[in-house]
């Protein structure tokens, strides 16, 4: 009698621990599975007044912006020298000579302007010379202390460029208006009126990827490649400060 | 070239004339075209010295403005035959004179300028056109060719032309007849 007496409330309890008993061993099991999600997650929560301060993320943030920057510089000089190499323009806006415009000959048989630096300043023919906003031309020939700056929408101007979008190849021609042509090297250059032209990392006169102009109108059908009416960012009539990009 | 042989000195006033062209203001273009200076110069000169003076001043005044601009196109010839044409009418100075026979010559000598410009543009931009057989689409060694084309030409140079004309007509009474004035009053022996 005695047995059964003992052995009743002992099953009981047992039958009611079973749930609990699962409930743990599935905890574990998440916990297990889950990499300790559950219990990192409520050490953060609890740990979080005794955090380490903003310090230490600022110094690994700037440590981060340390390496971004000694990367770029081995990718400049490493660009550098395979533009080298292929006998292409570097781009180098380091050694950019300012100088004030004080002729400005924009609408005429010749577009050209005078600048006031020259020879004297190590200003020389054929470097490129950019505005705000862009490339506004070449230099044309210099003197001691000027130098005479061929603008892109003169009819001798000759620049090779890209659609910075879809990286088709054409030169942009001065046509005599304030806006150039851009005659494209393709049947089909995908271009169309809001794409920046850049200009062409192809081109053996001038720096890769100076923005030049925005597509203004594409004529798809002009023999023998289509063109497009090129409105330039640099405004060539208002710009008093310029700068000529040396090598 | 009595005057250009009385007084020389006048003549260095030619030295004016690509220093204006590089001052120009913009205020005093039309629709962006300049005055040409060097018509609102050789016509007095023309008027007041004759045709050799004329003749040689234009040279020397091609001579000092083709520095300016880079290329082979050159402005002597057109000043060449301006003096050719006006150095003879000296003799009835005082009839061309009146404003409006300036304005007229000042319009007739722009136009001939500008067209001994387009003709030379178009001479050296001349293009051969493509054999039979050839591959069809762009030639980059023909599209890289600097200078004016036919379509620019056509489309941009009567716009400029025009312009240009109508402005140095309309400026040339009030500079040319300043500009006479000027010299006969620095030139006692004046035969005006």
Known sequence: MSVPWRRAPFSRGRRRRWPLLLTLILLLLIVRLSKGALLNDAYALLSLPFWPGPAQSEWLRSARSVEDQARLQALASDNDRLRQLLALQRSNADKAVSAPVISRQSGGWWQQLVIGKGALAGVRAGQPVVGPGGLIGLVASVTPATATITLLTDPSSRVGVWVNRSRNQGLLSGSGSARPLLRFLDKDPEARPGDLVVTSPASTLVPPNLPVGVIQAVDANADPAPVAVVQLIAPVQAIDWVQVLRP | ?192
């Open chain 2, 1 to 192: 070239m009595d005057l250009l042989q009385r007084q020389p000195l006048l003549a260095t006033s030619l030295v004016l004339v690509p220093l204006v062209s590089l001052a120009t203001p913009s205020w005093l273009t039309l629709a962006g075209a300049p005055p040409c200076w060097p018509v609102l110069w050789l016509l007095p000169w023309a008027l007041a010295d004759g045709r050799r003076s004329a003749l040689l001043l234009a040279l020397v005044l091609g001579l000092l403005l083709d520095a300016q601009h880079p290329g082979l196109v050159s402005l002597i010839p057109g000043l060449v035959l301006l003096a050719r044409w006006w150095g003879p009418l000296r003799a009835r100075r005082p009839a061309i004179e009146r404003p409006l026979s300036l304005g007229l010559l000042a319009l007739g000598g722009t136009a001939l300028l500008n067209l001994t410009l387009m003709v030379q543009w178009l001479a050296w931009g001349w293009r051969p056109p493509l054999a039979d057989g050839d591959r069809p689409g762009p030639d980059p060694a023909l599209l890289a060719r600097a200078g004016w084309t036919w379509q620019d030409l056509t489309t941009v140079g009567p716009h400029l032309l025009l312009a240009q004309t109508l402005l140095t007509a309309l400026l040339a009474p009030l500079v040319c007849s300043l500009l006479l004035l000027l010299w006969k009053r620095a030139d006692p022996d004046w035969r005006g």
